[in-house]
């Protein structure tokens, strides 16, 4: 990771990839987004299902960027990894990005600051569960600079990982900071189990399937 912020005169960034697809997730499920998947992460949860962004890529210049996603036409990118934030020219990108006029969210571990991260854009936060493996490296100061525009997520692995959100939940109050979405881990909770446990505890928050699992499974790029 650190080879990754080693900075460069011009913004450049390491890219997994860069695609066109339906949002599978958060607040814009199902709306057509050009995806740019940064490479590296610093984590390594149980469930990971983008360990082919660990490692590799290619140097892209932010210009070289913005040109990939005119080809598509949506108004909406989605900046993903790996964990994006990992590579510090990715607030240069995501500023860019919304003075281009998009529509901008960032998938972040939650394990890195999110304060830097231009206000436009909306931060999908994640909060990892003891069964993702890396509880520990939640940054609660986080927690502290969301607002309405953001949104905190939860992959659910078992019915512990579920007790665990519930509970950071409403001691918290994390409904009051901004949306939160809960997914089951794939494979390892049936979904129609976690939404009986939301619907018994009321829980306030917005259940959600990975769309893109749903249609194409686990292959990479779609
Ligand atoms: S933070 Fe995301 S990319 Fe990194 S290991 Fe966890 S699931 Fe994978």
């Known amino acids: 990771v650190s080879e990754l912020n080693s900075g460069s005169p011009q913004a450049k960034l390491r890219i997994t990839e860069i695609f066109f697809s339906l ?21 390594r949860c149980s469930y990971c299902d983008t360990t082919y962004a660990y490692q590799g890529g290619e140097w892209w210049s932010l210009e070289q960027i913005a040109a990939e996603i005119a080809k598509y036409d949506t108004k909406y990118v989605c900046v993903t990894g790996g964990e994006p934030l990992a590579q510090s020219d990715c607030l ?4 860019m990005l919304c003075d281009t006029g998009y529509e901008v969210s960032l998938e972040t571990s939650g394990a890195l600051d ?3 991260v231009d206000s436009r854009v909306s931060r999908v936060v994640d909060l990892k569960t003891p069964g993702s493996g890396e509880q520990g490296r939640n940054r ?8 309405r525009n ?3 997520k939860f992959v659910i692995c078992d019915q512990n990982d579920y007790m665990w959100a519930k509970e950071m939940i409403i001691r918290s109050e994390l409904a009051e900071v901004c949306e939160i979405l809960m997914s089951p881990s794939f494979g390892q909770v049936e979904p129609s189990q976690l939404a009986d446990w939301i619907l018994a505890d009321q829980l306030p928050v917005r259940f959600q399937l ?12 779609r």
């Open 92 to 95: 240069q990108l995501l500023t």
């Open 210 to 221: 990975q769309l893109h699992k749903v249609l194409w499974s686990d292959e990479p790029g």
């Open 140 to 147: 609660v100061e986080n927690l502290a600079v969301l607002t």
């Open 23 to 43: 949002q599978g997730e958060a607040r814009t499920v199902g709306i057509p987004t050009v995806f740019v998947r940064l490479t590296g992460c610093p984590l």
């Open 114 to 116: 999110v304060s830097d």
């Open 150 to 152: 953001d949104q905190l």
